[in-house]
């Protein structure tokens, strides 16, 4: 018998039991919609929160780390409202097309909706989608990639609202759009939000998911519909204090191209994880990303991409630098089904550690079924070199800038990869205000 | 005053004695080479002198104009007008030379208390030097010595040198992995910065380097001291009767 018993619930997965219980007749939908939610909830309360003999959650025991579970926000008032919009973001300098979520709830007032509207883009609200039986919603939610992610599965039972965006064949919207997910205040709450992307065949989109929170739980999914011959440039930034699970569930079509990059800088506790789906032939994708962490701060990027088409190539880089007790984590799993011949799979994890307590988890995994691909991947973890350094020094330069400069190297060689010009500037702009507080 | 005393130099590296009561003094304006066999702990001067970590100066000091620099960091040192021309450079990816040189060259003259240049100034300064050099615009935008040729890399130390403007230049085996041609328009940089304000420690195991840069004086370096003080043509007999004599009497 492998099947653990489980008699003893934690605190935290009572109080989800609850927070289920009395939430479930007001959450949005009925019918196949309360269907998806009972059921996504059975299998929460089947296996509870993920601890560190599941293999997935291994470095992020959520067992231990999520001692209580928050109650649901309470929709914000008008006073939560104004004070959301004092939320300076990263890209503040970056013409995008704002989606404001405040406690988890749209905020239309907030949002950049009516003026200068996209041709051939559908945006709205998930709430008002599931209320209603929206057809593309319903042809979608839970089932862009298939996982038994445990969190995903409380997402699914509890996803209050999210954004729900269409943009149609071929149309390319002039400039990014934004989701913006805030905490009003820094009271005890949690938030369970859910969006669906459905990019169309030869559409071009630039997308970034930010999160500004202060001590709330958040958990977000994605689902993304990535169609054939599209592409989409999709970046996510965690920052703050709190406890963040953000999934991204990726399904991508033939010769698309899929670019992601993952940004966490001073976040207190961050899973990010994404689940790919190589489904269409002749994809190219590169999933990125660099954390900036210190004192406790905890951030743990796990990937999943399964190749399940021939000749597609990915390239995984994601890099850490770690100041003082933090930890960084990286799980990155590439499944190369049978038929997906002449697979090119790459991933790269750097850690830079500027302490002796900092810690870097490393697990990079492979399970290959085709016999014709290029697999690979590769892992460091280390101090600045100090050859480098004292070559710095050398020509004058005074070791905390010789440090800095190294360290924003580091850090922009990924960086660099962000096609984008505005976010790229921002997110070396925040590297670099990272590090002046070093 | 000379411009640089060393004395009773006792330097060990990780528990292992390298440099054994090593004094030499070298004046204002002077080219003096330093020549030895292999393991006389001539690469070894060179990283004290610079202040690399790990170096440890048991006995003995430094004196540049008058001044013990064996507490500085290394960046204190470069302020002061020392300059390490490395035997190997190393890469430094993802910084692109141009921000190293300006980083560089600002910071010097920050501890300095002398005012940045400004964009167009350094740029003017960065064209000129590196034309001289044979080094492309390309390699300017590229980071500092990644991908470069050995001869790349050292032509990359020279220019450096041009542009910092050192008072005290410790070339440490320059010649090494270059070509004929190479060597001569490296040597034709160095030449070029010769000056009455500026002396010049160039390190070398073969007497070629010092056809093109001729030296006020050659020492010869053995198990950790000087062994032989004379003018250039002492390097030529060195070359001719190679350093058996000195490995001898030292032992």
Redesign the interface.
């Known amino acids: 018998m492998n099947v653990e018993l489980r008699q003893v619930k934690t605190e935290a997965e009572q109080a989800l039991s609850v927070t289920f219980k009395d939430a479930r007749a007001a959450l949005p939908g009925k019918g196949d919609v309360a269907k998806l939610r009972e059921d996504a909830f059975s299998r929460f309360e089947a296996r509870g929160l993920p601890h560190r003999r599941v293999e997935e959650w291994k470095y992020t025991d959520l067992r231990t780390l999520m001692r209580t579970a928050y109650p649901l926000a309470a929709p914000p008032d008008a006073a939560a409202l104004t004070r959301a919009q004092q939320i300076s973001g990263l890209f503040a300098g970056v013409d995008r097309q704002r989606l404001v979520f405040i406690d988890g709830v749209f905020a239309p007032d907030l949002s950049d909706l009516t003026e200068d509207a996209e041709e051939g883009v559908s945006i709205g609200s998930l709430a008002a989608a599931l209320a209603k039986a929206d057809p593309l919603v319903m042809a979608h939610v839970g089932k862009t990639v298939a996982t038994d992610d445990v969190a995903v599965a409380l997402n699914t039972a509890l996803m209050g609202d999210g954004a729900v965006i269409r943009i149609g064949a071929g149309v390319t919207p002039h400039r990014p759009i934004h989701l913006i997910f805030a905490a009003s205040n820094d009271r005890p709450q949690a938030s369970y939000v859910r969006s669906l992307i459905v990019v169309e065949k030869g559409a071009q989109a630039t997308i970034i998911e930010s999160h500004e929170q202060l001590s709330a739980q958040v958990n977000s999914a994605v689902e993304l519909v990535v169609g054939d011959e599209a592409r989409v440039d999709y970046i996510r930034t965690a920052r703050g204090r709190g406890l963040q699970i953000a999934t991204l569930l990726a399904s991508v079509g033939a010769g698309a191209t899929f670019n992601t990059f993952a940004f966490a800088a001073d976040a207190e506790l961050v899973r990010n994880q994404a689940f790919i789906r190589f489904a269409g032939e002749n994809t190219t994708a590169g999933l990125r990303g660099v954390s900036l962490l210190r004192n406790k701060d905890h951030v743990d990027n796990t990937l999943l991409i399964e190749h399940a088409a021939a000749n597609c190539q990915s390239r995984e880089q994601f890099r850490a630098v770690l100041d003082n007790d933090a930890h960084s984590v990286f799980q990155g799993k590439i499944v190369v089904k049978q038929h997906a011949q002449k697979t090119d799979a790459k991933m790269l994890t750097r850690a830079l550690l500027l302490s002796e307590t900092a810690e870097a988890y490393s697990k990079p995994e492979l399970e290959i079924f085709a016999d014709d691909v290029v697999c690979g991947h590769g892992a460091t973890a280390g101090a600045l070199d100090p050859g480098l350094k004292f070559y710095l020094m050398a020509r004058g330069i005074p070791e905390q800038e010789a440090e800095a400069l190294l360290i924003q190297a580091f850090i922009g060689e990924t960086v660099e990869e962000i096609a984008h010009e505005g976010i790229r500037e921002a997110l070396i702009v925040a590297s670099l205000k990272w590090l002046g507080a070093r | 005053m000379s411009m640089l005393e060393i004395k009773n130099l006792h330097v060990e590296v990780e528990g292992k004695k390298i440099l054994n009561g090593l004094s030499l003094t070298i004046e204002k304006g002077q080219v003096a080479a330093i020549m030895g066999p292999n393991g006389s702990g001539k690469s070894t001067l060179a990283y004290v002198l610079?202040?690399?970590?790990a170096y440890e100066v048991t006995e003995g000091d430094v004196l540049l104009d008058g001044e013990s620099i064996l507490d500085m960091?290394?960046?204190e040192?470069?302020?002061k007008g020392v300059?390490?021309a490395?035997q190997y450079?190393?890469e430094?990816?993802?910084?692109a030379t141009m921000?190293?040189l300006r980083?560089?060259?600002n910071?010097?003259r920050k501890?300095r208390g002398e005012g940045e240049f400004s964009t167009p100034e350094f740029m003017k300064l960065v064209r000129d030097t590196s034309a001289k050099l044979g080094i492309s615009q390309e390699h300017l935008r590229r980071?500092v010595n990644v991908g470069f040729s050995g001869g790349e890399k050292k032509r990359n130390e020279i220019m450096?040198m041009a542009i910092?403007q050192p008072r005290l230049a410790v070339l440490d085996e320059t010649d090494s992995g270059l070509d004929i041609d190479a060597l001569k328009i490296v040597s034709d940089g160095v030449n070029r910065l010769r000056s009455p304000d500026r002396a010049m420690v160039v390190i070398t195991h073969y007497q070629r380097l010092l056809n093109y840069i001729v030296p006020d004086v050659v020492h010869v370096l053995a198990k950790g001291r000087v062994v032989k003080t004379g003018g250039k043509e002492l390097a030529l007999e060195l070359e001719a009767k190679g350093y058996a004599e000195f490995v001898g009497e030292a032992a």
């Open positions: 610079a202040g690399k970590p960091a290394p960046d040192r470069a302020a300059f390490l490395f450079p190393v430094v990816p993802g910084v921000t190293f980083t560089a060259l910071a010097q501890t980071p450096q910092l």
